[in-house]
């Protein structure tokens, strides 16, 4: 079973090779063998009522998958990797997880991250950091780490994660697989824990193009819990899938490629650039402004920690998550809250208090979101003449978390490590491919297509994957088709 | 920043920290602080707000009905302490 897609694993379903529960417990055996050494896994869902599951045409009907641990299960502990919520188990599920009930889609196990989605680094998690499968020395990437490593270590054809930043298409690429962010709104948020609702947006993990519409099909829809999904109808990705056959004009921003300095990216990106060109594709140099660029991750920092001030605000012990009870109301309170979150969420929180507090409101919250309407403005007006924008994922591959960052100022880490979340600042949405592997560790490329154009982005995306490994560019063949044991 | 106004933004949040993990905090709003100058680079006379990624024309209205009711017992499971169907905590005032 191991390292199949979803279609591969529904057959076997289909042709009674294995029952949904007998697959089930495999995939948790597998999960936790692999589980001391990769950190992925947060706990395991019962299995319970498994052996009644039938196996329709519903290609999600039997398959396994983990979800990360901050989407609401119903009577299913989910932490958000958080010492607070260690206990809690939801009363109510979140829509997403309904879908793929729906689909008698067999979740096995929740998946670590930074806790509420809050890191890149997948160290704020009170389970310690996701070990990436291809060096576990190494990182997942955050905040879907968990998400990412068990898809890329082969135990399931796919994982849920979010992506308020950048938190699928990084550490997608870093595990060698693929990460989808959809348009914001596309998927309801309902019983997504709420870290910065107009930035989250929940993601997908795959091994392939395929896996993904799939998923993004079962899931997508208006849903009256999240009034922000009701302006666009359900949409048929998967069945609509098909390889794009049209010449598209593909941007890249000149201002941001040339602060990349890592050379072996830069070459992987030219290659990159000379296959799509092979494909029929006009690659465009496309001029953004560096100013614009240098402030996505103020943006970011601002609005997502004011809106994460806000919404964390519930965790005080009361109704639910662990209570320390201290001489008084504040006391009991404030010791609750410092035992339950880490001094990084902590930190986070405190920016939202400084960015909303009356003296500081119109020149830090207010003045990020007019800067956001700026760079959407923008961003769209390159959408008007480019269909796709590309550009590497990072300027490195995975990376260890305990090596400290030099010159967090300096424009390779505001800008370079930052120019994903362009797309969570505009709604749009992306998708992180993994196109080389150097020295034993993947890199890829990401794509960006105006909102609600997903379709589009998809159907691209499974051409490009498609001649990649018929052509085999860049020798990638081999890369896909033996993934690697975890060391 | 001096460290007594981050003290001001934690006690608004119900926190408290000190030592290296006040230091911490502190660097970090500081890192925003110097993150945010780049904002003042940026024209935004006559730009209004952007409080979502596109403008949201959501013109409907649930229809007012009871339905997916949690039972009491449901809502107080998570909840450390209980009595007569309430949430239990210390006084307030």
Redesign the interface.
């Known amino acids: 079973m191991y390292r199949k897609t979803i279609k591969e694993l529904h057959q076997l379903l289909i042709n009674k090779e294995v029952s949904p529960l007998e697959l089930a417990q495999m995939v948790v055996a597998d999960l936790e063998k692999q589980n001391p050494q990769l950190n992925n896994i947060t706990n395991y869902t019962p299995l319970d009522g498994y052996e009644n599951i039938e196996v329709s045409d519903n290609l999600l009907s039997g398959i396994p998958y983990v979800m990360k641990d901050l989407v609401s299960t119903k009577d299913i502990l989910t932490t958000s990797a958080a010492q607070i919520l260690k206990n809690?188990?939801p009363?109510?599920d979140a829509t997403l997880y309904n879908h793929l009930q729906d689909a008698q889609c067999l979740m096995v196990a929740k998946a670590n991250l930074d806790q509420f989605g809050i890191g890149g680094t997948n160290e704020n998690s009170i389970y310690g950091f996701s070990r990436n499968p291809y060096n576990t020395k190494l990182t997942t990437g955050g905040s879907s780490g968990g998400s990412a490593g068990v898809v890329a270590s082969g135990s399931v054809p796919f994982a849920i994660g979010s992506d308020t930043g950048d938190s699928t298409r990084k550490p997608a690429v870093f595990c060698g697989i693929y990460g989808y962010k959809p348009t914001?709104?596309l998927i309801s948020r309902y019983g997504l824990f709420s870290y910065a609702p107009?930035f989250d947006q929940a993601g997908i993990f795959t091994r392939c193009i395929d896996d993904i519409a799939i998923v993004l099909e079962a899931i997508n829809g208006p849903d009256?819990k999240d009034?922000?999904t009701?302006?666009h109808q359900k949409e048929y990705f998967y069945q609509n899938l098909e390889e794009n056959n049209k010449p598209l004009k593909i941007g890249y921003f000149k201002s941001l490629i040339e602060l990349f300095d890592n050379p072996v990216v830069l070459q992987q990106f030219n290659e990159t650039k000379e296959y799509l060109q092979s494909l029929g594709h006009e690659i465009v140099e496309v001029d953004f402004s560096l100013?614009?660029l240098?402030?996505v991750?103020?943006?970011y920092?601002?609005i997502v920690?004011a809106e994460s001030?806000s919404n964390l605000?519930n965790l005080?012990?009361?109704?639910?998550?662990?209570?320390i009870?201290?001489d008084?109301?504040?006391s009991?309170?404030?010791a609750t809250?410092?035992a339950g979150?880490t001094?990084?969420t902590?930190?986070?929180?405190?920016?939202g208090?400084?960015a909303l507090?009356e003296v500081n409101k119109e020149n830090?919250f207010?003045?990020?979101?007019?800067?956001?309407?700026?760079l959407?403005e923008a961003t769209n007006k390159v959408f008007n003449d480019i269909d796709i924008i590309m550009a590497p994922v990072a300027n490195g591959p995975a990376f260890d978390p305990n090596v400290e960052v030099s010159d967090?100022?300096s424009d390779l880490n505001?800008v370079v490590d930052n120019h994903l979340t362009l797309a969570?600042?505009?709604?749009?949405c992306g998708i992180s491919i993994p196109t080389h592997l150097h020295d034993d560790l993947p890199y890829g490329i990401s794509f960006m297509a105006k909102?609600f154009n997903d379709q589009l982005l998809l159907n691209f995306s499974k051409q490009f994957e498609t001649n990649l490994l018929e052509k085999d560019f860049l020798n990638l063949r081999s890369f896909y088709n033996t993934y690697k044991e975890v060391k | 920043m001096e460290k007594d106004e981050v003290n001001i933004y934690l006690d608004q949040l119900y926190y408290s920290a000190e030592g290296e993990e006040l230091a911490f905090i502190t660097n970090f709003i500081d890192g925003v602080i110097e993150d945010a100058k780049h904002l003042d680079k940026v024209n935004i006379d006559n730009v209004l707000p952007a409080d979502w990624p596109f403008d949201l024309e959501v013109s409907y209205l649930r229809e007012d009905e009871v339905k997916d009711l949690l039972s009491c017992e449901q809502v107080l499971e998570n909840a450390s302490q209980t009595q007569e169907n309430y949430v239990k905590y210390i006084k307030v005032v």
């Not at chain 1, 005080?316 to 209570?323: A, D, K």
């Not at chain 1, 207010?366 to 700026?374: D, E, P, Q, T, Y």
């Open positions: 809690y188990k009363v109510y914001w709104s107009s009256e009034t922000t009701l302006i100013d614009l240098r402030c991750r103020g943006v920092q601002l920690n001030s605000a005080t012990g009361v109704q639910f998550g662990e209570q009870l201290g008084d109301f504040t009991s309170f404030v809250r410092n979150l001094k990084y902590k930190a986070r929180n405190a920016v208090a400084f507090k830090y207010i003045k990020a979101k007019k800067v956001r309407r700026v959407i967090k100022h505001l969570n600042i505009v709604g749009a909102p």
